[in-house]
Nanobody, 122 residues
Framework: QVQLVESGGGLVQAGGSLRLSCIAS????????MGWYRQTPGKQREMVAT???????DYADSVKGRFTISRDNAKNTVYLQMRSLKPEDTAVYSC????????????????WGQGTQVIVSP
C-alpha cells in the first residue's frame, strides 16, 4: 500500500510564505502525476497545482505567479512553495498521487494524503 504524508502547514500572516512537502512511501514502481488540492468547509475540493513526471505543471488561476510546484522523482516527493499568501488561501491542503504503479505490470492507482492545515491571518 502506498501512503502519502504531508508536512509544512501552519499559521502564517498574509504576505508570508510556506513550503509544503509530501512524501509517497511504500512499494512504488512509478508515479505519473503528483499534485496539491485544497478544501475549505462547505466547499468542493479544488486543484491547486499538479506536476507530471515529465515536468508539465498546471496551476489554478488563483495561485499562478505565487505558488510553485516541484518534485523529486527519486524521492517520490512533491513540494509546494507558497508565497504572497492571502487569507483566502486558508484551507486543508492534500497531496494526490495519480497514475501510481506499485510494481511493473500492476494497474495504475491513485492515492491521497491526510492533508495539512494552512491558515493565513489578515
Amino acid at each position: 500500500q502506498v501512503q502519502l504524508v504531508e508536512s509544512g502547514g501552519g499559521l502564517v500572516q498574509a504576505g508570508g510564505s510556506l513550503r509544503l512537502s509530501c512524501i509517497a512511501s511504500g512499494t512504488i514502481f512509478s508515479i505519473k502525476d503528483m499534485g496539491w488540492y485544497r478544501q475549505t468547509p462547505g466547499k468542493q475540493r479544488e486543484m491547486v497545482a499538479t506536476l507530471t513526471d515529465d515536468n508539465s505543471a498546471d496551476y489554478a488561476d488563483s495561485v499562478k505567479g505565487r505558488f510553485t510546484i516541484s518534485r523529486d522523482n527519486a524521492k517520490n516527493t512533491v513540494y509546494l512553495q507558497m508565497r504572497s499568501l492571502k487569507p483566502e488561501d486558508t484551507a486543508v491542503y492534500s497531496c494526490h498521487a495519480d497514475g501510481v504503479r506499485e510494481r511493473r505490470g500492476y494497474p495504475l492507482r491513485g492515492f491521497w494524503g491526510q492533508g495539512t492545515q494552512v491558515i493565513v491571518s489578515p
